[in-house]
C-alpha cells in the first residue's frame, strides 16, 4: 500500500480525521489541505480503498520515523549458538560452557548442546549422556528443551530455546 499525502490524492471527497482523532466527516480534499497546512501537518491517506477515502491530519515525516524506530526496536534475529562438550570434559569446563549458554539463552538465543565422541568413547555413551543431561538440568531455570537428547553417529544433540 503506497501513502499520498497532500497533493498526492486525486479523489475529493475524503472522509477527514484530526489529528487527535476526532471526526472532521467528509469534506473536499481542498478543505482537508488547508485544515491539515493550517495545523502545520499533512494531510495523509490512510483509507484509500474506502469510499470516500480517509484521510489523516498528521505529522508525516514524524510518523515515518516512529514507524521506523518501532521496527527496529522489535527485530531480533535468534541465532543458534553451539556448545561443545566430550565425555570426559572437566567439571570447571562444563561450568564454563553452562555460564557461557546461559548468557546466549537471557540474550533470546538458542543453544544447541554437542556431546562428541572420538574413538573407544563410543563405548560409554552412558558417560556422554549423564555429561548432556547435567547441562540440560543447569540450563532449565533460563531456557526450555525445545528437542530432547538424540544419537546421531558420533555426537549426541539437543536444542535449548529460551523462555
Given amino acids: 500500500m503506497q501513502t499520498r499525502i497532500n497533493d498526492q490524492i486525486r479523489i475529493s471527497p475524503v ?9 472532521l466527516g467528509i469534506i473536499s480534499t481542498d478543505d ?11 494531510l495523509v491517506e490512510v483509507a484509500p480503498n474506502e469510499r470516500p477515502p480517509v484521510c489523516r491530519i498528521m505529522d ?11 521496527l527496529a526496536q522489535s527485530s531480533h534475529v535468534t541465532k543458534t549458538k553451539e556448545i561443545r562438550l566430550r565425555p570426559k570434559t572437566g567439571q570447571h569446563d562444563i561450568d564454563f560452557k553452562i555460564k557461557k549458554a546461559k548468557a546466549f539463552l537471557q ?15 563410543m563405548a560409554h555413551i552412558a558417560e556422554g549422556r549423564k555429561v ?14 525445545e528437542t530432547n537428547p538424540e544419537q546421531h553417529s558420533r555426537r549426541m544433540i539437543c536444542t535449548i530455546s529460551p523462555k
Fill in 15 to 23: 472522509r477527514a480525521v484530526d489529528s487527535d482523532g476526532t471526526q
Fill in 32 to 42: 482537508a489541505i488547508a485544515k491539515a497546512v493550517e495545523a502545520g501537518m499533512d
Fill in 60 to 70: 508525516f515525516g514524524k510518523f515515518k520515523y516512529d514507524k521506523k524506530k518501532r
Fill in 107 to 121: 540474550h533470546k538465543d538458542k543453544v544447541q548442546v554437542t556431546v562428541l565422541f572420538r574413538g573407544r568413547e
Fill in 132 to 145: 548432556m543431561e547435567g547441562v540440560i538440568e543447569q540450563l532449565m531455570d533460563v531456557g526450555k528443551l
